[in-house]
């Protein structure tokens, strides 16, 4: 597609339950990342694919959350038993090969907003 | 550890005013610095970026930055903002592939 695709776009749930969250990155983009805005904590790092494998999942708050992402392309963030502090927005983000790292720029979608109840 | 801090929660500009935003850094080697902004229920969108070269880097929309490494400073500025410029902005260092941004400005532009 066009631009980074996350759905759904609100999700709301009630404390205890599980969710997924999708993100489709942006055509031939290898790289994947997942962040976390909240008011709280601002903009925070979760985790980073190269492909299909995850070299970085050290911004992972808690083994309730976990990712994964099949034919290098469609990532899921899931969340096993939601509870009322994991109420954020969550954001993915794709870019291009890791050829050269950091000057890569990273494209966002708009973000999964999540509301534990 | 790399990191940025915006040291303003809050700027407010006059529509046609020129418009600064704020953002220092702090990095052990090369730093590649980016500024995004977000509107309202939208995702980031990039704006522009620093990797090396001239010290003012042009982005989307009509803003700029300049790259100061005396002053450790990255700072985004606009000639004449407009309304539609109201939005939060976010500057961010990367280490290899993860960001790590500021706690963001909202920019407030009145008519």
């Known amino acids: 597609g066009a631009g980074v695709s996350q759905s759904p776009s609100n999700k709301v749930t009630e404390k205890g339950k599980d969710v997924e969250l999708r993100c489709d990155p942006i055509?031939?983009?290898?790289?994947l990342y997942w962040y976390r805005q909240s008011l709280g904590q601002g903009l925070e790092f979760l985790i980073y694919f190269q492909g299909n494998s995850a070299p970085d999942k050290s911004g992972l708050p808690s083994d309730r959350f976990s990712a994964e992402r099949t034919g290098g392309s469609v990532s899921t963030l899931t969340i096993q038993r939601t509870q009322q502090e994991d109420s954020a927005v969550y954001l993915c983000?794709?870019?291009?090969?890791?050829?050269?790292?950091?000057?890569?720029?990273?494209?966002f979608g708009a973000g999964t907003r999540l509301s534990v109840l | 550890a790399q990191s940025v801090a915006q040291p303003e929660d809050q700027v407010n500009v006059a529509e046609g005013n020129p418009l600064t935003v704020k953002c220092t850094y702090s990095v052990s080697g090369n730093p590649y610095l980016f500024w995004y902004v977000q509107y309202p229920n939208r995702g980031l969108q990039f704006l522009l970026k620093?990797?090396?070269?001239?010290?003012l880097v042009k982005g989307s929309y009509g803003f700029e930055a300049e790259f100061n490494k005396s002053q450790t400073s990255f700072h985004l500025k606009k000639p004449s903002a407009l309304v539609s410029d109201s939005a939060l902005y976010f500057c961010a260092v990367k280490n290899d592939y993860k960001l790590s941004f500021g706690a963001g400005t909202t920019v407030t532009v009145r008519a």
């Open positions: 620093y990797i090396t070269g001239d010290n």
């Open positions: 055509s031939g983009h290898t790289a």
């Open positions: 983000a794709s870019s291009l090969a890791r050829l050269q790292g950091a000057k890569n720029i990273q494209y």
